[in-house]
């Protein structure tokens, strides 16, 4: 009966170990890609533009200008934030520190717009659509 309960005690204690120990590497995650985000100016100045609607997409001159890398890669942030939530790495609630940036990112007009000519443009050369399906999944989940 002591070994029984011994052996209950430590599965527990593992247990509790385990989960301290993946909130942990969330946090250092969490940590890690809003410092990767927040750290670039060149994306924070992006971001001002698009929060401002001083940004308006242009397919004729958008193509291999500066503005391109920026929102693609905020995209990709977004893109991999809402996989991870679905993979249950991540929580919504674990992502709210950047709900208000992804949310204003994904719900410009602009961005909307940009996002439906990359769709044209996917199909064009035969990738799956739509682009960035995560991001938008992200953007139908964030209230604004």
Avoid: C
């Avoid at 942990?24 to 994306?43: E, G, K, P, R, V």
């Avoid at 993979?87 to 609630?93: A, D, G, P, Y």
């Avoid at 960035?132 to 953007?139: N, P, S, W």
């Amino acid at each position: 009966m002591i070994g029984i309960l011994l052996t209950l005690a430590s599965v527990t204690f593992a247990g509790r170990q385990l989960q301290r120990s993946r909130q942990a590497n969330q946090a250092q995650f969490l940590f890690n890609i809003t410092t990767w985000y927040l750290s670039d100016d060149a994306l924070r100045e992006f971001f001002y533009k698009l929060d401002y609607n001083a940004w308006k997409f242009d397919e004729r001159t958008f193509p291999g200008s500066e503005d391109e890398p920026k929102l693609d890669k905020m995209l990709f942030v977004f893109d991999l934030l809402e996989r991870l939530i679905e993979s249950k790495h991540m929580s919504l609630n674990d992502l709210r520190i950047l709900a208000f940036e992804a949310s204003q990112v994904l719900h410009n007009p602009e961005v909307e717009r940009y996002l439906t000519w990359l769709d044209k443009e996917y199909r064009l050369v035969g990738q799956p659509t739509p682009a960035y399906a995560g991001a938008r999944r992200l953007a139908k989940r964030l209230y604004r």
